[in-house]
C-alpha cells in the first residue's frame, strides 16, 4: 500500500484539484493566463513553474524554449543532453532498485524474468559489470563550450561533427484543464528521461481547457510533429545549399550557429540544437496521463499522413497510465473508483471541461481506444508501443486492453504494471524522487534505446 504521506497528500490534492475544476466549470475564463481565444492557455498561475530554461550543460542537460506557431501559444521546451557532444561514458546500469518493478506483458525481448520474494522482476541481460554500448555512430562535436575567461555562454553548436541523437516528443500530463510543459515536476522528469534515454526532448506546450476544447490539444500534438519535420528540412537545405545563394532568390546565412532561411514569404529560422543535433528518422512519443491520449493520437496521424512527414519517423511510443475511459465499466474502475489523486469523478469531470458540451461521451473516439468505430489507421499499423500502468489506478484496466489489442495484431505491446503505485507515480511532484520513479524511468530507456538503436532491434546498452 502506499505510505502515509501519500495518502496524506493525495486528500489534500484532491481537495484542490476538485476546487479548481469546479471554478472552471463555473467560470472558465477567470483562471487564464493571457486570455482565452485561439491563442490559447497553456500554463496556470497557481502552478509552480521551472526556473528559466537554461542553454547551459549545468546539471548534464541545456534547455531552452522555443515558440513554434505565432498565432498560438503552443510551444515547446528543448531538453539537449550532453552526451551530443561525445559519446556517451561507459557506465554499469543500477540494478537497486529491481524490485520496485512488478511484472510486465507481452513483451517482445528477450530480458530475463526473475523472481525474487514472490515479486517478478523484470531484468535486461546480462547487466552485471557490463558497459553500456553506444549505437548512434555519432562524432565527437568541436565546439568551444567557454569563452577566454573561462565563464560558460550558452551552448550553441559549431561545426560539422556533431552527434545526432533521435527526438522524443513528450506530452505532459494534468487531465487536459492543468500541467504546463515548464513546470517544475515535468522539467525534472524530461531531464532525466534525457539522460537515461539518451535522446532530444521536446515537451510539448500544448492548449489547455476549458478556453480551448478538443480536439485542439490534439492537433497542437501533431502541429508539433510537422513543426519538427519542417525543421528537419530547413535543415537539410541549409545544409546543401550553405554557402551559395544562386538561383531560386533563397538567401541562406549561417553565422554563429544560427541558421536562417529567407525567401519570398520571409525569413524562417532553423532551430540551431536541433539541426545539429536531431535525428527526426528515429522519433519517440510519450505521453504521462491525457498526455498518453494526445501522443497516441499524433502516432495515428502520423501513419495517415506517411511520407509527408518525411524525414520524421515515428519508430514507437509510450503511455504513460493513459486517462482512457468508457461507459462500460471495468473491474478497476469498479475497484478503484476512490483511488489515490486522480478518483473516477473528478476525471469525468475533466472530460467534460475538454470535450464540446454537444461531443461529451465517456466513449469519444479521444477518451476510448477500443470503441469498434475509431477512425483511422488499422491497428497493425500502429508503432511499437510501451504502456506503463500502477496497481492503484483506477484507468489501468483500460490501458492493459488496449495494449492486448495491440499484440493481437502483432504489434510490440508490453505493459510494466508496478506495484503499490498510484496515477503520476513517476511524475508527480512529491513522487519524483522515490525509487520506484527512478525504476519506471530505467524500464522506459531500455526498452525506448531498442527501438532506436541504428544497430536494429537490439538493445542498445
Known sequence: MPSIGVKLYSVFFKFMLKH??????????????????????????????????????????????????????????????????????????????ALTRRYSYGSSNDSVVSSSNDVIVKRAPNVDNFYRRSSYGSCIDDANLKSENGIYKGYNPIGNNCRRLPVMLQFHGGGFVSGSNDSVANDFFCRRIARLCDV?????????????????????????????????????????????????????????????????????????????????SRCVLLGVSCGANIADYVARKAIEAGKLLDPVKVVAQVLMYPFF???????????????YFYDKAMCILAWRLFLPEDEFSLDHPAANPLISNREGPPLKKMPPTLTVVAE?????????????????????????????AVHEFATLDMLLKTPQAQACAEDIAIWVKKHISLRGHELSY
Open 325 to 339: 475511459i468508457g461507459s462500460v465499466q471495468t473491474p478497476s474502475e469498479i475497484k478503484l473508483a476512490n483511488s
Open 200 to 280: 532530444i526532448v521536446l515537451a510539448v506546450g500544448y492548449r489547455l481547457a476549458p478556453e480551448n476544447k478538443y480536439p485542439l490539444a490534439f492537433e497542437d500534438g501533431l502541429k508539433v510533429l510537422h513543426w519538427l519535420s519542417k525543421q528537419a528540412n530547413l535543415a537539410e537545405c541549409s545544409k546543401s545549399s550553405l554557402g551559395s545563394s544562386k538561383g531560386g532568390g533563397v538567401d541562406l546565412r549561417r553565422s554563429e550557429g544560427n541558421w536562417h532561411v529567407a525567401d519570398a514569404f520571409g525569413a524562417s529560422m532553423v532551430e540551431p540544437w536541433l539541426a545539429a543535433h536531431g535525428d527526426p
Open 392 to 420: 492503484h489506478d483506477w484507468m489501468r484496466d483500460r490501458a492493459i486492453a488496449y495494449s492486448e489489442e495491440l499484440r493481437r495484431v502483432k504489434v510490440d505491446a508490453p505493459v510494466l504494471e508496478y506495484t503499490d
Open 20 to 97: 479548481r475544476l469546479q471554478s472552471r466549470l463555473q467560470a472558465p475564463e477567470n483562471d487564464a493566463v493571457g486570455g482565452g481565444g485561439s491563442f490559447g492557455v497553456t500554463s496556470r498561475p497557481e502552478e509552480e513553474t521551472a526556473a528559466a530554461p537554461n542553454p547551459r550543460f549545468t546539471d548534464g542537460v541545456a534547455t531552452k524554449d522555443v515558440h513554434i506557431d505565432p498565432v498560438t501559444s503552443v510551444s515547446v521546451r528543448v531538453f539537449l543532453p550532453d552526451t551530443c557532444l561525445n559519446f556517451p561514458d561507459a557506465k554499469t546500469i543500477d540494478q537497486n532498485h
